[in-house]
Every structure is written in C-alpha cells, then in structure tokens.
C-alpha cells in the first residue's frame, strides 16, 4: 500500500467538506467581528487593574461581547477559571442546592466531573455530598439520546438537566445544536422551571450558533480550548441567563462579590485576539477531523464520526483495538507537534479520571489541545480521540506519521 498516495487522495475528498467549513467560518468571524463594533472596542480594553479587578473595563466589556457573541443574555470570562471542569463546576454549584435533584440526560458525563457529582471520590465536598441528587438518563444501544425515555424524564425536584455536547471519552455521536434545541424543548414541556445546563468544551463555533442561542439557560467551557483561538494563557467562561450566571460567578469568587472581581493581570488583550482568531483556528481543526477519518476509515478502522458526516465538536475517535496500537498513535503525533516533539508519551494516572491515559498535546498552552492533540484511556477497546490542529496541513504531516506507527486494521 503506498501511504503517500492514500494521504493525497484523502485531502482530495475532502476539499468540498473544506470549502463548506470556510463558509462557516466566515459566519462565525462576521458574529464576532459584530460584537467588537457594537460595543466599540478599542485599544483601552487591553489595559488591566490589578487586585480586586474592580473596574476591569476590558474585562466588563469582554463578558459583553462574549455574551452577544454566544447568544446569551450574559457571561463570565475569568482567567481565574482554571479549565472547562471548574467552569462547569462553578456553574453547577451555583445553581444546585440541598434537595435538588440533577439529571445528565446523555449518559453519564465526562471522566472529570463524576469526583464533583461525587460518583467516584469522597470526602471532597462533592454535590452528592451536600444533599444534591443525582441520575443518569442512559443512551441508546445505538449510542443516541433516548428520546422517548427523556420525554418523561424530568420530575418536580429536576431543578437541572446536564447536557455534554462532546462525546467525551465515550464511544458516541456528539450533539448537534439541533439536538441540543431538542433536548431543551422535550425539558421545558415537562417542567420549564428546570434549568438546562450544557457542558459546551469543544464546540464552540464549530456549528453557526451556541446552545444559548437555542434556549439553553447556561452553558460553560474553557478558554484554553476553542474560544482562546490557541493563544489565550489560562481562563473559562460561564454564558446563559443573567441570574444563573451571577450565581455561578459567586461561586467562583464569594457571594456577594460575584462578577465584580478577578482582576485579569494584563490578559485582555489575548483574549480579544483569541476570540477573534478562534473560528478560523476551530474552522482548521474541524478540517482535521474529517482528513483523519477518511485516512483511517481507509485503513479500515472504525470511527466516529465518519467522513461524510458534519460536526458537533473538533473531537475525531479512531478506535485502534490495542493498547500498542494507542501508545504508537500519541507517540506519532507527539513527534509531530511544535513542542515537546522528543518527548514520548506514557500511560499514566491523570487527576479527575479513573483510568491511566495516554496523552499527545505538544502544545504551547499546556493542556490547550489546539494544537493538533491526541489521548486516551488505557481501556478497551484503545480508542485514541484526536482533537485540535492550528491548519489541516499539520494535521495531514502527522498523519503520514500515524498511519506509519500502526498500519492497517
């Protein structure tokens, strides 16, 4: 088999799928480049405070712009926030109290929230521990939401339903706006007092609207992933309805202080420039998951999603069926990253998850992903999940690498 050859003729295939992302893009940079005339920004909205932050104009503003970028009545953006976990966290603490009852309507959610439910760790001050009740709403065989089963789901103590747009390291479609929309509908008709949470990490803007735009109450996710368009230092965000999001900023910082605090220590001007750039950098890394898909699918591995088929979020899982075979994959991709390429990547244990992984990310914020990035857990069946990619070339060097490092099927 001559790999060069299959390479070529995957990014041949995938030119149209490019040029409709570009589209995309385009609507997406138009939504940000909105927000920045209509709330006039400026070079005073890159200088900072220090201390308290009281008064941070570029902070205020940028929660502004962030807000109407996402289609949300507010925001919280906080280089305070230090990764999509504690944002959501924040945002669920806010909003939950003793006797209240939260349902993740996809399954169960993420590795690293289930010690902040409290299914896994004790002695924490998990939501379990303070009173908070939990349940899952199962997938399908088929790995979909249980459409019927949600339908009925949601009782008089459901004050918040959990929405994980990504798949996570679960073996799934991730949700479309569409779906999310759905999701919120089916919610509301039962009970429209019950907040709708999403867990947006990875999605945003990769589809041409938020899941604030389509009736969801609150969202969260973090900075240094898709929104920091791969050069915003540390941060997160909270964005949905204006009292949920104050509650969950004070849960950040106290109650009564709430969003009036947390200085942003000269970051601003990162984080208009991050914003600005992060359709364009979201745009090439979706790219890269269709290029992925198609060389591996030709190799005659499963993945998800396939080629043909749109995206929900800049995640591509590639189930490889070995454990050498996962080590190999992070390894190739590790070589073929702008930092740290001589490094070679080990399974180990990884706070927040409960299994050791195996990780990729040469990336230059530590823990960003943007960068093309590749990791998994060390548990059958070795699905190595590959997200990231500041242009689809990088992707496609790394790849002739890969695809060296494993073979066929």
Not at 75 to 97: D, E, K, N
Not at 152 to 159: I, L, S
Not at 184 to 211: A, H, M, S
Not at 388 to 396: C, D, L, S
């Amino acid at each position: 088999m001559n790999l060069q050859i299959d390479l070529t003729n995957a990014i041949r295939s995938t030119q149209t799928v490019f040029t409709e992302i570009d589209a995309k893009v385009k609507d997406n940079l138009k939504r940000v480049l909105d927000a920045y005339r209509d709330h006039r920004v400026g070079v005073r909205h890159f200088a900072s405070v220090s201390g308290y932050g009281h008064d941070d104009l570029g902070r205020d503003t940028f929660d502004r712009v962030f807000a109407q970028v996402v289609g949300a009545d507010a925001a919280i953006v906080r280089v305070q926030i230090v990764s999509g976990t504690h944002a959501i966290a924040c945002a669920l603490y806010g909003v939950l109290r003793p006797g209240d009852e939260m349902v993740s309507v996809v399954g169960s959610p993420y590795d690293t929230l289930e010690e902040a439910i409290g299914v896994r760790g004790r002695g924490q001050g998990s939501l379990m521990e303070y009173g908070v009740k939990y349940r899952v709403l199962p997938l399908t065989d088929a790995g979909t939401v249980d459409w019927d089963a949600l339908a009925t789901a949601v009782k008089p103590e459901t004050r918040l339903v959990l929405i994980q747009r990504s798949c996570g390291y679960s073996w799934r479609t991730s949700l479309s706006i569409d779906d999310i929309a759905k999701i919120v509908r089916l919610v509301k008709q039962q009970n429209p007092e019950t907040i709708c949470f999403v867990d947006n990490c990875y999605g945003e803007f990769v589809e041409d609207r938020e899941p604030t735009a389509v009736g969801a109450d609150l969202m969260a996710g973090s900075l240094i992933k898709n929104p920091g368009g791969t050069i915003v230092t540390a941060g997160g965000y909270v964005a949905g309805r204006a009292d949920l999001v104050e509650a969950a900023a004070c849960r950040l910082t106290a109650p009564g202080i709430g969003s009036s605090g947390g200085a942003t220590f000269d970051q601003n001007r990162l984080l208009f420039q991050g914003l600005f750039l992060a359709p364009q950098m979201v745009g090439e890394a979706v790219k890269g998951t269709h290029l992925v898909a198609k060389v591996f699918q030709d190799l005659g591995y499963p993945v998800k999603p396939l080629p043909e088929e749109p995206r929900c979020d800049v995640v591509q899982a590639i189930e490889l069926g070995s454990p050498d075979k996962l080590v190999a994959f992070c390894g190739a991709i590790q070589r073929n990253s702008p930092v740290d390429s001589y490094l070679a990547p080990v399974p180990a244990e990884m706070p927040g998850y409960d299994s050791k992984l195996v990780m990729a990310g040469g990336t230059f914020i530590d823990g960003s992903t943007s960068e093309f990035s590749a990791d998994g857990p060390m548990r059958e069946p070795y699905i190595a999940f590959c997200q990231g990619g500041t242009h689809w070339t990088q992707v496609a060097l790394a790849l002739e690498d890969a695809v060296a490092a494993v073979g066929k099927a």
